[in-house]
């Protein structure tokens, strides 16, 4: 169940929780029972960063910004909302 996202400003630090899809072996043959037990729900993603934006299906943040200026973010995340189990807005 995807959590309730809460109302957050541009900037406000964040703790997320969120599912990546995997790819394993990519053109090779692989035992799919195996792999499915190991990896079949995804890998689970923990990130600290900074909340940008949320657009249709994606949450945006990034892992720094410019304190300055205000303009340029490092390392910036498109997260679909169907992936996210948790997020919470935390204090610096």
Do not use: Q
């Amino acid at each position: 169940m995807t959590p309730r996202i809460p109302k957050l400003e541009k900037f406000d630090p964040v703790y997320l929780e969120w599912y990546d899809a995997v790819t394993i072996r990519k053109g090779s043959w692989v035992d799919m029972n195996l792999e499915i037990e190991d990896f079949g729900s995804g890998l689970l993603i923990k990130n600290i960063g900074f909340f940008v934006k949320e657009t249709k299906g994606y949450l945006h943040f990034i892992r720094g910004y410019d304190c300055k200026y205000k303009e340029d973010g490092l390392g910036l995340h498109a997260i679909p909302i169907g992936c996210i189990k948790k997020i919470k807005k935390i204090k610096l």
